[in-house]
């Protein structure tokens, strides 16, 4: 079984346009996170959500706009699409009591053309 | 910014133990260290933390130093699928935000 997964694993569109990308977990954790990998590796945090809640939202354009139906789903809209989003999307999640490790998903490779 | 420097790379014949060096001489003192891997095209995987003792799993050791400036990470009897980018990282008290680094890039060989 699937801890985390995303969907979909790979997404190339135009710039300007608007999609979202789907993270669900079956492992009954409270928190749910996204992170962005770009070209040079790095791994930055995004958003965190705890219990359908926003905790984290580290300076993202407000383009990007998290959702959370339920804690086991957060899904990331992007809107007005542009060539510096292409990225690698890693959604995780995580227990809040603490130093809970987080299980990230295996990513979706966003491409903007 | 990341608490953490690591080297590079490194290199570890397959079979043998691969040693991984962090330094973190900024942690505070009810800061775990944690570590991460990626391999090639997946997510991070969390491989073990700890916060001043020594910790063993399945997959791997990690050796903290007494004064916490710096850990080890031991992969007893390293593999081909031992090969991957390793993250050591600081976790932040009381959020939930781990910061990644630029981590080491393990290649086994044969």
């Known amino acids: 079984d699937t801890a985390v997964s995303q969907t979909p694993k790979y997404l190339v569109t135009q710039m300007g346009n608007d999609k979202s990308i789907k993270c669900e977990q079956n492992?009954?954790?409270?928190?749910m996170y996204w992170y962005k990998q770009d070209s040079k590796k790095f791994l930055k945090i995004m958003f965190s959500y705890n219990n359908k809640e926003l905790i984290i939202n580290e300076t993202v354009p407000n383009r990007f706009s998290p959702k959370s139906p339920d804690k086991a789903h957060l899904n990331l809209h992007i809107n007005s699409l542009e060539l510096g989003d292409s990225a690698v999307y890693f959604c995780a999640s995580s227990q809040t009591v603490g130093n809970s490790p987080l299980h990230f998903g295996n990513g979706t490779r966003l491409t903007v053309t | 910014d990341a608490k953490t420097t690591q080297p590079p790379s490194m290199d570890c014949a397959e079979g043998r133990a691969a040693n991984l060096p962090c330094n973190h001489s900024t942690i505070s003192g009810n800061e775990y260290v944690y570590w991460y891997r990626q391999i090639h095209s997946q997510g991070p995987q969390y491989i073990i933390h700890g916060l001043k003792n020594n910790e063993t799993n399945e997959m791997a050791s990690l050796i903290i130093t007494e004064d916490r400036k710096s850990s080890t990470l031991i992969l007893p009897h390293a593999t081909l699928r031992d090969t991957a980018v390793y993250y050591c990282i600081v976790r932040v008290a009381n959020t939930d935000k781990l910061i990644f680094g630029t981590g080491t890039r393990l290649q086994v060989f044969p």
């Open positions: 492992l009954g954790h409270d928190t």
